[in-house]
Nanobody, 114 residues
Framework: QVQLQESGPGLVKPSQTLSLTCTVS??????????WNWIRQPPGKGLEWMGT???????IYSPSLKSRTSISRDTSKNQFTLQLSSVTPEDTAVYYC??????WGQGTQVTVSS
C-alpha cells in the first residue's frame, strides 16, 4: 500500500519560497500512469489543486499559480517536491501530496508570516 509523507518548514516569511517534499513509500513515482499531485486547503476554504508531476516527469500547473509554482522529483529518493515562490499570508494552508486523488499524505500546515 502506497504511503505519502509531506515534510518541510511550518513557517515561511512573506516573499520567500516555500519548499515541501513528499516522500513516497510502497510504490514508485515512476510507475506507469500514476500522477502525483500537490493540493492545499487554506483555513476556512476548500481544496485547491496546485499542480501535478506525472510518472514520466511531465508537469502541469494550476493556471492561477503557474507563475509561482515548480514541481520536481528525485527518483533516486522516490520523492517529489513543491516550490512556491513569492509567498504571501494568503498562501497559508495545509499542504497535501497525493497519488491521483485517492491516496493522500496526512498534510502539513504551512503558515506565511513575518
Amino acid at each position: 500500500q502506497v504511503q505519502l509523507q509531506e515534510s518541510g518548514p511550518g513557517l515561511v516569511k512573506p516573499s520567500q519560497t516555500l519548499s515541501l517534499t513528499c516522500t513516497v513509500s510502497g510504490g514508485s513515482i515512476t510507475t506507469n500512469y500514476f500522477y502525483w499531485n500537490w493540493i492545499r486547503q487554506p483555513p476556512g476554504k476548500g481544496l485547491e489543486w496546485m499542480g501535478t508531476i506525472a510518472y514520466s516527469g511531465t508537469t502541469i500547473y494550476s493556471p492561477s499559480l503557474k507563475s509561482r509554482t515548480s514541481i520536481s522529483r528525485d527518483t533516486s529518493k522516490n520523492q517529489f517536491t513543491l516550490q512556491l515562490s513569492s509567498v504571501t499570508p494568503e498562501d497559508t494552508a495545509v499542504y497535501y501530496c497525493a497519488r491521483g486523488f485517492q491516496d493522500w499524505g496526512q498534510g502539513t500546515q504551512v503558515t506565511v508570516s513575518s
